[in-house]
């Protein structure tokens, strides 16, 4: 059933895992699972994430080096959004027979590059032929067992909600030649999330854009965020790219993919966020209010009557 | 860059995840990623396989069923024959647009009637748009952290070689238009594989082919494996079908796809292995000797010498 592939299976993982230096797990890869210690008093967290050429991405757009840190970096993401630290990862790769064996080292590159700056590696994985180039990444993390997981339902009435970095970049750079790379790189907050535990009450990584992803999370807190758009902390690529203020702020609101994380936090908690955001040099901005009701306002009125889109 | 879903998104998680009933995460799907206990005194064993249509499966010969059925057998068996049981798994959509939900709905439900056998469940996972279906699942499982994995290193001159179940019937099945139930819904030895931590020395699923599998545990050990032609267990469909005695031989040693366990054992663990077959109700047959020296031989002939494919 399974057609001969067109080279060698073996040499290609070898190739593939060789910028991964010395495997973390001392059962794999190569045998027929890896073995990991989950290290004492923590929990395990664990998500998986698909990158597909030509639904996530296309050859023209993205380098190969690209592909491989992108497919990694929003698994990461997903991980730090539950206040979880990166423990390491597994990739199963889908490969048509014209990327060559040089690309795929590429691929490896990048995601090599950013999974040692995460200080993990790559434990296992699997190869196949297929249609399309497709990264699927399963990525583990770690969460100490005393701790709180960071959901989306823990929002409460009185907290305030904050989101890290800046909005709009990645979709502006999607609606211009240039710059793109922060919709081909993101910066997943693995070091923000494991930080926020016991501060935040609840949280989520921006990746589909803030209006849904807050939509998400306030449905499930079942509370009403109330945000203001003048506090929204607009990139400065969306605001130069922005041929108006309101394109800029629906990027922000809607363009999705910039893999910061959106939170909500008591007031109480307000100095200390400032201080992690000063010792980790993120920007974090309050950006609302949790009140009781339902759904997403933005100056007063319900989101979906301003226009946005709210998937 | 994602184009807009065909369908919604949420509702066909909705359905996929509907067959495998309560998450076993209290904390997904549903969150950025799932958390999860590894038992006390236990490590992590984890590992990824993928199923591609018209590269692992035809719709014209699979079943959706058989799909989900499969997609996870082939990765239960990965962390059966590191001697671990399983504990949960992800599971990672591609779709095309002309799978129709009934029929997605019907790869959740063979997948989830074989974790219910095993005793787990979904605890996560993620859908795209795709040219092809594919199915990856990333499989986890736990092994006591006193015991040692079973590896493909540990074979050792002066223990047998032994392998569980029947051999040659998926290839069987495969040259004939029925019954190819073997190769669609392989049963994966959960509950052998744990069973032979303390007893086996090295282990390895038969995926690719006893050849070609048992090639990699006498490269991996050192070591080489004397086979014994008239002591394989060739299965009942795979004698039925072959039109002569070689052809059963060759499916047996060539075929691939019948997810039982190679392994090699002390000859003082014998008995033992005879009380673990007939507690299981699986079949362990004794079909060789480790000897000093490298590669794989059948009846005093080196494997490749004999025109059997030893890739």
Redesign the interface.
């Known amino acids: ?3 001969p592939h067109r080279r060698d299976e073996f040499a290609l993982i070898d190739a593939f895992t060789r910028p991964f230096g010395v495997p973390a797990s001392p ?1 794999g890869p ?9 290290p004492k008093g923590h ?8 990158l ?1 050429e ?4 296309t050859r023209a757009t993205f380098r190969f080096e690209d592909v491989g840190h992108k497919a990694l970096a929003v698994n990461l ?3 730090a ?2 206040g ?1 630290s990166p423990l390491s990862f ?3 790769l ?1 490969l048509p027979d014209d990327v060559e064996d040089a690309q795929l080292v590429a691929v490896a590159r990048g995601m090599a590059a950013l999974a040692r700056k995460a200080g993990i590696t790559l ?4 190869v ?5 180039l ?1 990264v ?1 990444i ?4 770690k ?1 100490p ?1 005393s701790a709180r ?1 960071l ?2 339902d823990g929002a409460r009435p009185g907290d305030d909600v904050y989101v890290s970095g800046a909005l709009g970049d990645a979709a502006a750079g ?1 609606a211009q030649p240039r710059p793109r790379d922060r ?1 081909r790189r993101p910066a997943p907050e693995v070091r923000l999330g494991p930080a926020l535990l016991g501060l935040a009450t609840a949280c ?2 921006v990746s589909d854009g803030l209006a849904q992803d807050l939509g998400h999370l306030a449905a ?1 807190s079942r509370v009403a965020l109330e945000l203001t758009a003048k506090d929204l902390p607009i990139g400065t690529h969306a605001k130069a790219a922005a041929t108006s203020g309101p394109q800029a702020l629906n990027w922000a609101l809607t363009g999705g ?1 910039d893999y910061v994380l959106a939170f909500t936090a008591p007031r109480r908690s307000a100095r200390r966020l400032a201080a992690i955001a000063a010792n980790l040099r993120r920007r974090i901005t309050r950006i609302g209010s949790v009140v009781s009701g339902r759904g997403l306002w933005l100056d007063g009125r319900p989101l979906e009557s301003t226009g946005f889109r709210h998937r």
Do not use: W, Y
Request: with cysteine; aromatic share 4%.
């Open positions: 059933m399974v057609p059962f190569g045998d027929d699972a890896a073995v990991l210690d989950v929990r395990l967290v664990v998500t998986t994430d698909a597909v030509d639904v996530h991405f993401s997903d991980v959004a539950m979880a597994l990739c199963a889908s434990v296992g994985g699997n196949t032929r297929g249609p399309k497709s699927t399963t990525a583990l993390g969460i067992s997981p959901c989306r999607l919709q989520i990584d499930a993919e």
